[in-house]
């Protein structure tokens, strides 16, 4: 069962307009962590967020913004006010800390984003 | 400045020959990982080491070898018996347990 699911492969919006990615997770663990990293086209994963399972607080950078909510098990992430420097491959993330096989992450399949100037 | 360092950036390789992507960290990271990653698709762990001298097959590990001699490296061979080789290679970092993935810039094989 996988266990990062992001369900929109593609978006396009148009510059300036927002759009929320959606990423839902599954994990037994009552201590994980979930992560948000961006891909442009140059390859290269960088890292945006990180939050534990004890902080449901929700966090803003900028015109980044994510909202977590463990009753949902959803860990989404919006940018406001797009632009196109913002097109790229997005990729929710979960790792469960494990004291016997280490830190095992999850990757959902990603989501295309594509800012329309 | 502190990060991951993969080479070669670009790797061509004739079907049968064995290659070696190298991979360097200057992080201090105990945890480093190597990941496939295919057109339009997620990210797959081929192995993983948290400590020098030991390492984890991952989900697909079949094909492919990797050592951890020293903290900082930890090189992956493509070895001849991967039946499809051609990908984008990523290696990444992280603290023990509780940290992100640092990632290189990646590593793109193809096979001729």
């Known amino acids: 069962a996988q266990k990062v699911t992001q369900a929109q492969t593609e978006i396009s919006v148009v510059e300036k307009e927002d759009v929320t990615l959606d990423c839902v997770y599954e994990?037994?663990?009552?201590?994980?962590?979930l992560f948000w990293y961006k891909q442009p086209p140059s390859g290269e994963l960088v890292f945006l967020i990180r939050r534990n399972s004890f902080d449901e607080q929700n966090e803003i950078s900028g015109r980044y913004s994510w909202n977590f909510q463990k009753s949902t098990s959803s860990f989404n992430f919006t940018i406001t006010a797009s632009q196109v420097v913002d097109s790229a491959v997005y990729f929710c993330a979960l790792s469960e800390p494990n004291s016997n096989t280490g830190n095992q992450f999850y990757f959902g399949t990603g989501t295309s984003l594509t800012v329309i100037p | 400045d502190g990060g991951i360092t993969q080479s070669p950036k670009y790797l061509f390789r004739k079907e049968g020959q064995n290659v070696t992507l190298s991979c360097e960290q200057n992080l201090n990271h105990d945890a480093m990982y190597w990941y496939r990653q295919d057109p339009g698709q997620g990210l797959r762990l081929i192995y993983y080491s948290q400590i020098v001298n030991d390492f984890q097959k991952g989900d697909i590990a079949e094909g492919y070898s990797v050592s951890r001699e020293k903290k900082e490296s930890f090189p992956l061979t493509v070895t001849s018996a991967q039946k499809n080789p051609t990908a984008f290679y990523l290696c990444?970092?992280?603290?023990?347990?509780?940290?992100?993935?640092?990632f290189g810039e990646g590593s793109r094989l193809t096979v001729l």
């Open positions: 994990t037994r663990d009552t201590t994980y962590y």
């Open positions: 990444a970092s992280s603290i023990l347990n509780t940290g992100e993935l640092f």
